[in-house]
């Protein structure tokens, strides 16, 4: 009789085989989903049903694959919540919690927020709910994407907008008082050799041309018609844009600016103060 035990340990051995990083994890997480257990259920559940088997050892197959996790379970932990994920949509991850420590940190009360390039709304999900005080628009361009944007948004407050954040007329209305604007705009140059799991997300979402800073350059700019004088842009880059980014927020008027790293000491994002009036 097969356990689930024995079954997540073999899932493992498949996963580890295929490259997946993390082998035991997902295998956990996949036999947690089909069974509808938590983890540390499943070391004394009862053994899984042909059915339930069947359906696993399927997740798993396209697991090998490295099709996300996140597909197959048709969800995504970021900081305090879930958010519905799947095809046609970026899968957000873990390094850019740090982007949201910032800006809720730089975010005053009763404060307005534009999330640019938003996908499937991880930050701006993440600001409505845990900052309920702020006033959140969440812009997003891609059709596809934008269905799960707002699907995820329901209920939080935050406001969803299908429309290019880089374009002039787009929340023109908001023009000079905006306190903060965040963004994970498209920022991976095409020679860069990326993760297969990668490839499953929407490649608007994670490539840009001139070396990855096609949609940077000009959102850097629209940020600045948006924020009020003194009002901050953080916005996430590609680990070799470690000099590139700030020097774009200093010649687009911002002051203050400064890279960080993300918790591998790689540069991840980088955030600017927009110069105030004489």
């Known amino acids: 009789m097969t356990t689930w035990p024995k079954a997540i340990a073999a899932a493992a051995k498949r996963l580890e085989a295929a490259g997946v990083h993390s082998p035991r994890n997902d295998a956990e997480l996949l036999a947690a989903h089909v069974s509808g257990l938590k983890r540390a259920q499943l070391l004394i559940a009862d053994a899984p049903t042909d059915l339930q088997l069947a359906a696993f050892e399927a997740l798993v197959a396209r697991r090998t694959t490295r099709e996300p996790l996140q597909h197959l379970t048709g969800s995504a932990a970021f900081r305090y919540g879930e958010l519905a994920v799947g095809p046609g949509v970026f899968v957000p991850r873990p390094e850019t919690e740090l982007l949201v420590d910032w800006a809720l940190a730089h975010l005053p ?27 959140v628009w969440a812009v997003e361009i891609d059709p596809d994407a934008f269905e799960w944007l707002e699907s995820n948004l329901d209920g939080t407050g935050a406001t969803p907008v299908l429309a290019d954040a880089t374009a002039a007329g787009t929340l023109a209305e908001l023009d000079g008082t905006v306190d903060l604007v965040t963004a994970n705009p498209p920022y991976v140059p095409f020679e860069i050799e990326v993760a297969p799991e990668v490839d499953f997300d929407p490649s608007g979402a994670v490539y840009a041309d001139e070396a990855g800073l096609a949609v940077i350059q000009p959102l850097t700019v629209r940020a600045a018609s948006w924020l009020k004088p003194g009002g901050w842009f953080g916005f996430e880059h590609d680990d070799t844009h470690g000099k590139a980014a700030p020097a774009i927020l200093s010649v687009s008027g911002f002051t203050e600016t400064e890279d960080h790293d993300d918790l591998a000491g790689r540069p991840r994002f980088a955030t600017g103060r927009l110069g105030l009036s004489p």
């Open 109 to 135: 009360k009763g404060g307005i927020v534009i999330d640019a390039c938003s996908g499937s709304g991880a930050v701006a999900h993440a600001i409505a709910t845990e900052r309920p005080d702020a006033t």
